[in-house]
């Protein structure tokens, strides 16, 4: 990964509408190049989060930095260098998807082929359809075309498969994997687990205004939240399992009564807790448990 | 600065372009004014001193549909569309965008207002404006005021589904009140003196002025000194008001 300045960084972010809070105090960076995750349930502040780095809302309190500006007061030179495609919006519905990219590829000073992006899109075919004619997929995929003529260094992408039949979702996600080829840093939120452990380098499982894990999808959790789990069975025979925060210690343990015994252990395995363990015992938790950062908010 | 020039000629080729390919929104702008013209054109055949009152009243409606109506109507619909975020995500400067959609808007006014002063000559023998720098001023000032007051009108409505009945809710009794289809003078008192506070009954007097009557300018200033009023009150809303999306729940 670049070594150079972070694509994203955001320190003690707060937001807060009226009276709810709906970010409490979140801090994430991401590096140039990678395909960071937020996750977390509806609600959770993910889109509060990066429609602030988009520039749409202000935020209460905090840093947040977006390729080196600061994306409160929406300088166009971050504009230029930035993709945004929003959970849900418009656009002209009486232009064929080829107006609407080339007019967009006007607002750009560098901006892509038209054709390529198309391309990239997964709108070949599509070109002269008029937008309002476009299925839900492909007005999704028009909405990657828009965000992408222009070039962007760094891709938000909010919730880019909600509602999306499996086959449109994997569409969605090879256009994203491309992305990430080309050495596009991008921001995605979902809901989804699977999209999650199958696009993102890094992973922020966020609820209520808070992360409360962040890392690698494959390695998320291990040492946090959820533990290891051994399982293997007894004498008798009967399936034992046990969590344990230190499987070395446990497994020298087991093997050497085993041993003693003149036993086998049958059935013994070690798995790690995978990403959806994690998601479910955070995301199930009690808000009050979490209930020490709320002095910060 | 060239180049925010030519995003906003952009931006309006392309507000020009989708216009034309919405048959029902070219309809109501260009049929509705002539239809007016021939249906009050037949009810008050003969009588030239309500032909005169009627042209420069179609004149002033004109002005009203092109940028009240049609602005807030746009708004609404642009806004609950997610249109507007979207643009404003990008790098074009909101300048380029707005200004492009103002001279859509003008380019309808004119197109309107050149349909109406040509009905009013050729058909209704009301001849051709008799100063056109008048006409000018207070064509200029009109397209501001309701341009201003339709953005304006465009941040009480909640969703576009409301829209058409919030407009007209306004746009109706305006346009009966201020005297579009008759000389307001000889409306009821209380319907006067409601309608002496409306910018659109000075909008028409002005346009009648210059239109028909070929009074002097030095008499209507204080009908511009209203409008301008109205589009002042309505800028301060317009911004103070403006949103790129809507509200939720």
Redesign the interface.
């Known amino acids: 990964m670049d070594s150079g300045a972070p694509a994203i960084l955001v320190r003690d972010l707060h937001k807060s509408y009226g009276g709810v809070q709906a970010v409490r105090g979140i801090d994430f960076e991401v590096a140039r190049g990678e395909v960071f995750g937020l996750l977390g349930p509806n609600g959770a502040g993910k889109t509060t989060t990066v429609e602030i780095l988009?520039?749409?809302r202000e935020r209460t309190s905090g840093i947040a930095s977006v390729l080196g500006h600061d994306p409160g007061s929406r300088p166009?030179a971050l504009?230029?260098r930035?993709g945004?495609v929003?959970q849900?919006?418009?656009?002209?519905?009486?232009?064929t998807v080829r107006?609407l990219v080339t007019?967009?590829a006007?607002?750009?000073?560098a901006s892509r082929d038209v054709d390529e992006v198309i391309e990239l899109a997964g709108l070949r075919g599509s070109e002269d359809v008029l937008t309002r004619r476009l299925s839900g997929g492909q007005a999704r995929r028009l909405d990657f075309a828009?965000a992408l003529v222009?070039d962007p260094e760094l891709v938000f992408l909010d919730e880019p498969t909600t509602g999306f039949d499996p086959a449109a979702r994997r569409a969605a996600w090879e256009t994203i994997r491309a992305l990430a080829e080309l050495g596009k840093t991008i921001l995605l939120t979902t809901h989804y687990l699977d999209e999650a452990q199958a696009l993102c380098d890094r992973v922020a499982i966020v609820k209520d205004g808070r992360i409360l894990a962040v890392g690698a999808p494959a390695e998320l959790g291990v040492g946090a939240v959820s533990r290891y789990r051994v399982s293997w069975r007894d004498e008798d025979g009967v399936l034992v399992t046990r969590e344990t925060d230190d499987p070395t210690a446990l497994l020298h343990q087991l093997t050497s009564a085993a041993l003693a015994r003149g036993t086998g252990l049958t059935d013994l395995s070690v798995t790690r807790p995978s990403l959806e363990d994690v998601y479910l015992e955070l995301t199930a938790e009690a808000p009050v448990t979490t209930v020490e950062g709320g002095s910060a908010a | 600065m060239t180049a925010t020039l030519a995003l906003t000629w952009r931006q309006y080729r392309l507000e020009r372009r989708m216009f034309w390919r919405n048959p029902s929104a070219a309809f109501f702008n260009f049929v509705l004014p002539l239809l007016f013209l021939a249906l009050f054109g037949t009810i008050f055949a003969g009588s030239q001193d309500d032909l005169d009152v009627i042209v420069p009243g179609i004149a002033g409606m004109s002005i009203m549909t092109t940028t009240f109506v049609a602005l807030a109507m746009n708004m609404v619909f642009l806004r609950e569309q997610g249109v507007l975020k979207r643009l404003r995500g990008t790098p074009l400067p909101t300048g380029a965008y707005l200004g492009g959609l103002a001279a859509h808007a003008v380019t309808n006014t004119a197109i309107q207002l050149a349909i109406v002063i040509a009905a009013g000559a050729g058909l209704l023998n009301v001849g051709l404006p008799e100063s056109w720098v008048a006409l000018g001023v207070f064509v200029v000032a009109g397209v501001a005021c309701f341009a201003a007051l339709g953005v304006a009108l465009s941040h009480a409505i909640p969703n576009f589904d409301s829209a058409p009945a919030y407009v007209n809710a306004i746009f109706l009794p305006v346009i009966v009140i201020s005297g579009v289809f008759y000389d307001a003078d000889n409306a009821p008192a209380f319907l006067r003196d409601i309608g002496e506070v409306l910018p659109l009954t000075h909008l028409i007097d002005g346009l009648s002025a210059a239109m028909v009557t070929g009074a002097p300018f030095s008499d209507n200033l204080s009908d511009l000194a209203v409008v301008l009023v109205w589009g002042a009150i309505g800028a301060v809303l317009a911004v103070r008001g403006f949103s790129w999306e809507a509200r939720r729940g």
């Open positions: 988009e520039g749409y166009r504009r230029e930035v945004i929003l849900e919006s418009g656009t002209y519905r009486h232009a107006e007019h967009w006007g607002f750009y000073p828009l222009g």
